[in-house]
C-alpha cells in the first residue's frame, strides 16, 4: 500500500508570495495528480504527472520519479488560491490520496 | 459538454437504513470512481468501474457496493448505515486508462442520524 505524504499541513502566506506544497510517496506509481478542493467540496484536478514538469498558468508541478517526490509551486499568489491542495498517487489499487494542504492567502 | 454530476447533492438517513446515490459520468466517459472523503480519514478510493465491470476496490466492507450500466451511469449503495459512514462521497470520470486526468463530481453529502 502506498503512503502518502504531503507537507505542509497547513500553510498562511501573503499575497503575492511563492508557494510550494510537497508530497512524497513511497512505492513506484503510474502517475501523481495534484487536486484542488474549495470550501463546499468540489475537487479540480489542476495537473497529472508521471514525469518531470508541467505548467499551467501561475502553477508549476514537478515530479521526481526516482526520489519519489512531487511539489507544486504557485507563484504571485492570490486570495482565490485559497484552498485545500491535495496529491494523489496511482497505482494497481487505485488512487491513493494525501492528507492534505490547507492554504489561506491573505490579501 | 456537461460535466460530471451527482444526485442527490444531499441526503440525511438514519442508523440501518440504505441509500443510493448516482453518478452520470461525463459523455463519451467509460470509467467511473468512487471516493468518500471524512475529515478523519481524508480522502479514500471506494471502488472503480468500467465498462459495466468493477475494475479496482478499496479497502471497504462489503456494505459498500455499486454498478455501472451500459450507459455508463454508475450506482453506489451502502447498506445497514452507520454514523461513520457520514461522509462526502465524489464520483470521478476519465475516458478508460489508468493514467489519465480524472474529472470529479460536485460530490453527495451523506449523514447518519
Known amino acids: 500500500k502506498n503512503e502518502v505524504e504531503q507537507s505542509p499541513q497547513n500553510l498562511t502566506a501573503q499575497e503575492g508570495e511563492f508557494i510550494t506544497i510537497n508530497c512524497s510517496y513511497s512505492?513506484?506509481?503510474?502517475?501523481l495528480h495534484w487536486l484542488q478542493q474549495h470550501p463546499g467540496g468540489g475537487i479540480v484536478s489542476l495537473f497529472m504527472?508521471?514525469?518531470g514538469k508541467k505548467k499551467h498558468g501561475r502553477l508549476i508541478a514537478t515530479i521526481n520519479i526516482q526520489e519519489k517526490h512531487s511539489s507544486l509551486h504557485i507563484t504571485a499568489s492570490h486570495p482565490r488560491d485559497s484552498a485545500v491542495y491535495i496529491c494523489?498517487?496511482?497505482?494497481?489499487?487505485?488512487?491513493?490520496f494525501g492528507k492534505g494542504t490547507h492554504l489561506i492567502i491573505q490579501p | 459538454k456537461a460535466g460530471v454530476t451527482q444526485t442527490p447533492r444531499y441526503l440525511i438517513k438514519t442508523r440501518g437504513q440504505q441509500v443510493t446515490l448516482s453518478c452520470s459520468p461525463i459523455?463519451?466517459?467509460?470509467?467511473v470512481s468512487w471516493y468518500q472523503q471524512t475529515p478523519g480519514q481524508g480522502l479514500q478510493f471506494l471502488f472503480e468501474?468500467?465498462?459495466?465491470?468493477?475494475?479496482n476496490k478499496g479497502n471497504f466492507p462489503g456494505r459498500f457496493s455499486g454498478r455501472q450500466f451500459s450507459n455508463s451511469r454508475s450506482e453506489m449503495n451502502v447498506s445497514t448505515l452507520e454514523l461513520g459512514d457520514s461522509a462526502l462521497y465524489l464520483c470521478?470520470?476519465?475516458?478508460?486508462?489508468?493514467?489519465?486526468?480524472?474529472?470529479f463530481g460536485p460530490g453527495t453529502r451523506l449523514l447518519v442520524l
Open positions: 504527472l508521471s514525469s
Open positions: 512505492v513506484g506509481i503510474s502517475a
Open positions: 468501474y468500467f465498462s459495466e465491470t468493477q475494475r
Open positions: 470521478a470520470s476519465r475516458t478508460s486508462g489508468n493514467v489519465e486526468t480524472q474529472y
Open positions: 494523489a498517487v496511482g497505482g494497481a489499487d487505485g488512487l491513493t
Open positions: 459523455s463519451g466517459h467509460r470509467s
